[in-house]
Protein backbone atom coordinates (compact mmCIF):
# COMPACT_ATOMS: atom_id res chain seq x y z
CA UNK A 1 0.00 0.00 0.00
CA UNK A 2 1.45 3.72 -0.90
CA UNK A 3 2.99 5.62 1.80
CA UNK A 4 0.26 7.86 3.69
CA UNK A 5 -2.57 6.26 1.54
CA UNK A 6 -5.77 5.54 3.75
CA UNK A 7 -8.58 4.38 2.20
CA UNK A 8 -11.93 4.80 3.87
CA UNK A 9 -16.06 4.58 2.85
CA UNK A 10 -18.48 6.92 3.41
CA UNK A 11 -22.29 6.36 2.72
CA UNK A 12 -21.34 3.38 0.72
CA UNK A 13 -18.67 4.95 -1.74
CA UNK A 14 -15.11 5.09 -0.80
CA UNK A 15 -13.57 8.97 0.64
CA UNK A 16 -10.48 10.05 1.75
CA UNK A 17 -10.61 10.47 5.51
CA UNK A 18 -9.68 13.93 4.54
CA UNK A 19 -9.07 16.10 1.29
CA UNK A 20 -5.66 15.99 -0.24
CA UNK A 21 -3.44 18.72 -1.72
CA UNK A 22 -1.52 17.11 -4.86
CA UNK A 23 0.73 19.18 -6.78
CA UNK A 24 0.81 17.96 -10.54
CA UNK A 25 4.22 18.00 -11.82
CA UNK A 26 3.88 17.44 -16.13
CA UNK A 27 7.25 16.84 -17.45
CA UNK A 28 8.86 16.96 -20.54
CA UNK A 29 11.83 15.78 -21.50
CA UNK A 30 13.03 15.69 -18.24
CA UNK A 31 12.20 19.15 -17.36
CA UNK A 32 8.87 20.84 -15.93
CA UNK A 33 6.25 22.55 -18.41
CA UNK A 34 3.33 24.06 -18.45
CA UNK A 35 0.83 25.79 -20.78
CA UNK A 36 -3.01 26.57 -21.09
CA UNK A 37 -5.14 23.55 -22.32
CA UNK A 38 -2.35 21.56 -22.90
CA UNK A 39 -0.57 23.61 -25.45
CA UNK A 40 2.17 26.33 -25.75
CA UNK A 41 4.26 24.40 -23.08
CA UNK A 42 6.79 26.15 -20.93
CA UNK A 43 9.73 25.38 -19.09
CA UNK A 44 8.84 25.74 -15.62
CA UNK A 45 11.96 24.23 -13.74
CA UNK A 46 13.68 20.64 -12.61
CA UNK A 47 10.98 18.13 -11.69
CA UNK A 48 13.00 17.00 -8.60
CA UNK A 49 13.92 20.21 -6.97
CA UNK A 50 10.40 21.72 -7.14
CA UNK A 51 8.78 18.14 -5.73
CA UNK A 52 11.21 18.67 -2.64
CA UNK A 53 9.50 22.26 -2.01
CA UNK A 54 6.74 20.72 -2.25
CA UNK A 55 6.72 18.05 0.08
CA UNK A 56 8.70 20.64 2.47
CA UNK A 57 5.19 22.96 1.76
CA UNK A 58 3.29 20.24 3.11
CA UNK A 59 1.97 18.43 0.04
CA UNK A 60 0.17 15.20 0.65
CA UNK A 61 1.41 13.67 -2.42
CA UNK A 62 3.11 14.33 -5.76
CA UNK A 63 1.95 13.70 -9.35
CA UNK A 64 4.12 13.12 -12.40
CA UNK A 65 3.19 13.31 -15.86
CA UNK A 66 5.10 12.62 -18.64
CA UNK A 67 3.39 14.54 -21.10
CA UNK A 68 5.06 13.33 -24.11
CA UNK A 69 6.15 9.76 -23.39
CA UNK A 70 2.79 8.76 -25.60
CA UNK A 71 3.19 11.13 -27.86
CA UNK A 72 6.36 10.36 -28.43
CA UNK A 73 6.21 6.36 -28.07
CA UNK A 74 8.66 6.06 -25.27
CA UNK A 75 9.07 4.88 -21.61
CA UNK A 76 8.59 7.01 -18.68
CA UNK A 77 11.40 8.92 -16.78
CA UNK A 78 12.51 6.35 -14.70
CA UNK A 79 15.55 8.19 -13.39
CA UNK A 80 13.33 11.39 -12.38
CA UNK A 81 11.30 9.26 -10.27
CA UNK A 82 14.09 7.59 -8.79
CA UNK A 83 16.15 10.69 -7.86
CA UNK A 84 12.34 12.33 -6.57
CA UNK A 85 11.33 9.26 -4.07
CA UNK A 86 14.58 9.64 -3.05
CA UNK A 87 13.58 13.02 -1.34
CA UNK A 88 10.02 12.67 -0.85
CA UNK A 89 8.60 10.79 1.33
CA UNK A 90 4.82 10.63 0.68
CA UNK A 91 3.44 9.29 -1.97
CA UNK A 92 4.32 9.75 -5.72
CA UNK A 93 2.48 9.07 -9.09
CA UNK A 94 3.73 8.58 -12.05
CA UNK A 95 1.79 8.73 -15.45
CA UNK A 96 2.48 8.90 -18.70
CA UNK A 97 3.88 6.18 -20.98
CA UNK A 98 2.60 3.19 -19.35
CA UNK A 99 1.20 0.48 -21.12
CA UNK A 100 1.79 -3.02 -19.25
CA UNK A 101 2.04 -4.63 -16.03
CA UNK A 102 5.83 -4.71 -16.43
CA UNK A 103 5.73 -0.91 -16.57
CA UNK A 104 4.18 -0.59 -13.51
CA UNK A 105 6.09 -3.26 -11.59
CA UNK A 106 9.47 -1.15 -12.80
CA UNK A 107 7.85 2.19 -11.72
CA UNK A 108 7.36 0.73 -8.68
CA UNK A 109 10.91 -0.48 -8.26
CA UNK A 110 12.38 3.15 -8.82
CA UNK A 111 9.75 4.47 -6.02
CA UNK A 112 6.56 5.58 -7.58
CA UNK A 113 3.82 4.53 -5.37
CA UNK A 114 0.90 4.74 -7.77
CA UNK A 115 0.48 4.87 -11.76
CA UNK A 116 -1.71 6.79 -13.92
CA UNK A 117 -2.92 5.53 -17.15
CA UNK A 118 -4.78 6.70 -19.77
CA UNK A 119 -4.31 6.35 -23.63
CA UNK A 120 -3.24 2.99 -22.80
CA UNK A 121 -6.37 1.71 -21.12
CA UNK A 122 -8.39 3.57 -23.56
CA UNK A 123 -6.82 1.68 -26.51
CA UNK A 124 -7.23 -2.11 -24.52
CA UNK A 125 -9.34 -1.77 -21.48
CA UNK A 126 -7.97 -5.25 -20.26
CA UNK A 127 -4.68 -3.36 -19.04
CA UNK A 128 -6.39 -1.92 -16.20
CA UNK A 129 -7.42 -5.67 -14.70
CA UNK A 130 -4.10 -6.85 -15.40
CA UNK A 131 -2.84 -4.00 -13.03
CA UNK A 132 -5.34 -4.39 -10.44
CA UNK A 133 -5.04 -7.86 -10.10
CA UNK A 134 -1.39 -7.67 -9.58
CA UNK A 135 -0.21 -4.90 -7.79
CA UNK A 136 -4.19 -3.81 -6.29
CA UNK A 137 -6.84 -1.01 -6.99
CA UNK A 138 -4.55 1.09 -4.40
CA UNK A 139 -2.21 1.56 -7.30
CA UNK A 140 -4.09 2.34 -10.12
CA UNK A 141 -4.99 5.76 -11.27
CA UNK A 142 -7.36 6.30 -13.91
CA UNK A 143 -6.25 9.19 -15.77
CA UNK A 144 -8.87 11.16 -17.75
CA UNK A 145 -8.44 13.72 -19.91
CA UNK A 146 -12.11 15.33 -20.36
CA UNK A 147 -13.47 18.09 -23.10
CA UNK A 148 -16.49 18.80 -23.61
CA UNK A 149 -17.92 18.59 -27.23
CA UNK A 150 -21.92 18.61 -27.77
CA UNK A 151 -23.06 19.39 -24.65
CA UNK A 152 -21.48 15.87 -23.47
CA UNK A 153 -18.03 14.86 -21.42
CA UNK A 154 -15.32 13.24 -24.03
CA UNK A 155 -12.36 11.33 -23.68
CA UNK A 156 -9.04 12.75 -25.21
CA UNK A 157 -5.64 10.60 -25.13
CA UNK A 158 -1.95 11.48 -26.24
CA UNK A 159 -1.47 14.60 -23.43
CA UNK A 160 -5.15 15.67 -24.96
CA UNK A 161 -3.89 16.03 -28.27
CA UNK A 162 -6.17 13.49 -29.69
CA UNK A 163 -10.02 13.30 -29.31
CA UNK A 164 -12.23 10.53 -28.97
CA UNK A 165 -15.63 9.46 -29.15
CA UNK A 166 -15.42 7.98 -25.86
CA UNK A 167 -17.67 9.58 -23.33
CA UNK A 168 -15.89 9.69 -20.32
CA UNK A 169 -18.66 9.32 -18.02
CA UNK A 170 -18.89 5.55 -19.42
CA UNK A 171 -15.39 5.20 -19.35
CA UNK A 172 -15.13 6.22 -15.60
CA UNK A 173 -17.57 3.34 -14.41
CA UNK A 174 -16.29 1.14 -16.97
CA UNK A 175 -12.45 1.68 -15.51
CA UNK A 176 -13.88 1.39 -12.09
CA UNK A 177 -15.20 -1.78 -12.59
CA UNK A 178 -11.95 -3.12 -13.96
CA UNK A 179 -10.28 -1.83 -10.41
CA UNK A 180 -8.66 1.33 -10.99
CA UNK A 181 -8.36 2.83 -7.43
CA UNK A 182 -8.94 6.60 -7.93
CA UNK A 183 -9.94 8.67 -10.75
CA UNK A 184 -8.12 11.65 -11.79
CA UNK A 185 -10.16 14.14 -13.49
CA UNK A 186 -8.78 17.01 -15.83
CA UNK A 187 -10.71 19.46 -17.37
CA UNK A 188 -8.91 20.37 -20.54
CA UNK A 189 -10.89 23.20 -21.14
CA UNK A 190 -10.54 24.40 -17.91
CA UNK A 191 -6.70 23.19 -17.97
CA UNK A 192 -4.27 26.26 -16.69
CA UNK A 193 -6.71 29.38 -17.33
CA UNK A 194 -7.04 29.59 -13.40
CA UNK A 195 -10.71 30.14 -13.92
CA UNK A 196 -11.46 27.75 -11.20
CA UNK A 197 -12.46 23.81 -11.27
CA UNK A 198 -14.84 22.33 -13.78
CA UNK A 199 -17.43 21.39 -10.62
CA UNK A 200 -20.17 20.10 -12.75
CA UNK A 201 -17.66 17.54 -14.33
CA UNK A 202 -16.06 16.86 -10.81
CA UNK A 203 -20.01 16.73 -9.16
CA UNK A 204 -20.76 14.10 -12.25
CA UNK A 205 -17.84 12.13 -11.90
CA UNK A 206 -18.65 11.96 -7.60
CA UNK A 207 -22.60 10.72 -8.18
CA UNK A 208 -21.21 7.67 -10.27
CA UNK A 209 -18.17 6.88 -8.35
CA UNK A 210 -17.36 4.79 -5.70
CA UNK A 211 -13.23 5.59 -5.89
CA UNK A 212 -11.62 8.95 -4.72
CA UNK A 213 -11.80 11.64 -7.42
CA UNK A 214 -9.23 13.87 -7.56
CA UNK A 215 -10.07 16.91 -9.06
CA UNK A 216 -7.82 18.83 -11.56
CA UNK A 217 -7.33 21.80 -13.97
CA UNK A 218 -8.02 25.35 -13.50
CA UNK A 219 -7.01 26.18 -10.01
CA UNK A 220 -6.52 29.80 -10.41
CA UNK A 221 -6.91 31.65 -6.49
CA UNK A 222 -7.28 30.28 -3.02
CA UNK A 223 -10.92 30.34 -3.36
CA UNK A 224 -11.11 27.82 -5.93
CA UNK A 225 -10.30 24.66 -3.92
CA UNK A 226 -13.23 24.24 -1.17
CA UNK A 227 -15.69 24.45 -3.85
CA UNK A 228 -14.32 21.14 -6.17
CA UNK A 229 -14.47 20.00 -2.38
CA UNK A 230 -18.00 20.74 -1.80
CA UNK A 231 -18.71 19.43 -5.75
CA UNK A 232 -17.34 16.19 -4.49
CA UNK A 233 -13.63 16.23 -4.59
CA UNK A 234 -11.60 14.03 -2.35
CA UNK A 235 -8.36 15.73 -3.41
CA UNK A 236 -7.47 18.62 -5.45
CA UNK A 237 -4.32 19.12 -7.85
CA UNK A 238 -2.80 21.93 -9.11
CA UNK A 239 -0.04 22.91 -11.01
CA UNK A 240 0.87 26.61 -12.78
CA UNK A 241 -0.54 28.23 -9.24
CA UNK A 242 2.37 26.45 -7.95
CA UNK A 243 4.96 26.79 -10.10
CA UNK A 244 4.72 30.23 -10.82
CA UNK A 245 5.17 30.33 -6.99
CA UNK A 246 1.19 32.26 -6.62
CA UNK A 247 0.37 30.00 -4.20
CA UNK A 248 1.82 27.70 -1.51
CA UNK A 249 0.51 24.34 -0.66
CA UNK A 250 0.19 25.33 2.82
CA UNK A 251 -1.87 28.73 1.74
CA UNK A 252 -4.32 26.12 0.10
CA UNK A 253 -4.41 23.96 3.90
CA UNK A 254 -4.85 27.59 5.20
CA UNK A 255 -7.86 28.23 3.20
CA UNK A 256 -9.17 24.85 3.02
CA UNK A 257 -9.02 24.73 6.83
CA UNK A 258 -11.25 28.48 7.21
CA UNK A 259 -13.63 26.97 4.83
CA UNK A 260 -14.39 23.75 7.02
CA UNK A 261 -12.86 21.58 5.26
CA UNK A 262 -10.83 18.61 7.09
CA UNK A 263 -7.41 18.58 5.71
CA UNK A 264 -4.00 16.35 6.38
Known sequence: MPRGYEPATRGGRAMSLAIRVI?????AAGRVVKGVNFLNLRDAGDPVELARKYY????DE???LDVTATVDGRDTMYDVVRATAEQVFIPLTVGGGVRSADDVAKLQAHGADKV?????AIARPALLGEIADRFGAQALVLSLDVKRRDGRYMMTTHGG???TDLDALAWAREAIERGV??????SIDADGTKQGFDLELIAAMRELSSVPVIASGGAGRVGDFAPAVA???DALLAASVFHNGELTVGDVKRALDEAGVVIR
Open 161 to 163: RTE
Open 116 to 120: GVNSA
Open 231 to 233: AGA
Open 23 to 27: PCLDV
Open 181 to 186: GELLVN
Open 56 to 59: EQGA
Open 62 to 64: ITF
